[in-house]
């Protein structure tokens, strides 16, 4: 990978180069994310499974369906069956805080990806959202000359990983483009097709539409899908957020300007990696959260070669 991205990926570098495994061991670890089904979800997983697996411990990996009544069903199984630790990404913070405490009250450490929870627990490994929501605004800021009508298409609102990218955003234009007025923000739940229905609403009522910001690549994608059909994708600069592999094509093709990425096989490796760290240490009570933030990278028709194939998920 280039030096330029090389560098911006260092937090994560860094935290895998400082991580010693030694020994195989039996431990079980879970992970459960929103949904197996979504690109991000899947590159979080292989580079957990890749990590876990190589030094002989088991994972079990559990599909939640985008449903948080299910995800803490999901972690009760976990706890009960007396899993060493558990990897979540939470659909709903606050749905799961009340899960993540009685795990950590068993001994069981959870480390969180992305979006974290209200009570205090061994870690989260997030990606930079407010810092990478407020440098795609500035991106659009620049890009509209300071003037102008965006969108968002948000994510749903217990989020909080889309909440912050959100806030980010909007603080941005607040602070450093007045001139941009935010016409429109509707729940897109992470969703494509959900995303190309509040697209064709957002055209539709707004002639003179500048830019969307989607919280995610899966949404920026269906604005770019309804901007085309209606032969408005080249009035309108569509932002994402993640980097998936499809967007990044998007991107190189002309169809989506810009995304956020991040290498999610190294976010989903550091965090098995300071799993097995952990229970290799010896458990102890979680007081406060530790937070590993992974920099983010604007990938956009510039810069989308600087991300070679292997670090494309």
Known sequence: M???????????VFLLAGLSLGAQTSYKIGYLPSTVGQALTKAWGMGIEKTLKAEGAQVQSLDAQM???????????????????????????????ASVKKAESKGIPVITLNTDTLAPHLACVTMDDYGAGYAVGDAIGKQLAGKGNVALIQSPPGALAGVEREKG?????????????????QNGEWNKDKAIAIM?????VNKDLDAVFAVNDNMAEGAAIAADSAGRLKDVKIWGFNGQKSTLV????GKVTGT??????????????????TLKAGVKPATKTLVVTIKPFLATAETVSQITADNRW
């Open 67 to 97: 449903k948080a009544e299910i995800q803490v069903s999901m972690m009760d199984d976990f706890i009960n069956q007396g899993y060493n630790l558990i990897i979540l990404q939470p659909i709903d913070a606050a749905a799961l805080t």
């Open 169 to 185: 955003f909007r603080d941005v234009m607040k602070k450093t483009y007045p001139g941009i007025k935010i016409v429109g923000a």
């Open 260 to 277: 956020a990425y991040t290498n999610a096989y190294d976010q989903g490796a550091a965090a098995a990696k300071l799993a097995l760290e």
């Open 250 to 253: 998007q991107i190189e093709q």
């Open 2 to 12: 280039k030096a330029r991205l090389t560098t911006i990926l260092a937090t994560t």
């Open 200 to 204: 064709n609403s957002f055209l539709q």
